[in-house]
Nanobody
């Protein structure tokens, strides 16, 4: 069974940086997607960035050029480097896992989340 544990959240001022980590266990050897999502109070859950098992990455338009997703296969970790943070980036951030079957199908495994707060 896949288990995901996020860490690295915190409070920063606008323009600052944070690096989120997601410790993963039980992952498939291939054909999987790992993603970072966020959920702000009163808002809907938003996909932030996706890392596919073959190294392909995709980003939400709102974070392109500021955030970078990466994976460390040796340590079974997923990272989200967040630079030039804005107050609108404030949210609970989650990592999640899905099967890859021509698309990332059903993010069914989720971590508990880590809070990111950006002040102006």
């Amino acid at each position: 069974q896949v288990q995901l544990v996020e860490s690295g959240g915190g409070s920063v001022q606008a323009g600052g940086s944070l690096r989120l980590s997601c410790a993963a266990s039980g992952l498939r050897a291939s054909n999987y997607c790992l993603g970072w999502f966020r959920h702000a109070p009163g808002g809907e859950r938003e996909g932030v960035a996706i890392f596919r098992y073959d190294g392909t990455t995709t980003y939400a338009d709102s974070v392109k050029g500021r955030f970078s997703i990466s994976s460390d296969n040796v340590n079974n970790a997923l990272y989200l480097q967040m630079n030039s943070l804005k107050p609108e980036d404030t949210a609970m951030y989650y990592c999640a896992e899905a099967r890859w079957i021509g698309t990332c199908l059903n993010f069914g495994y989720w971590g508990q989340g880590t809070q990111v707060t950006v002040s102006s």
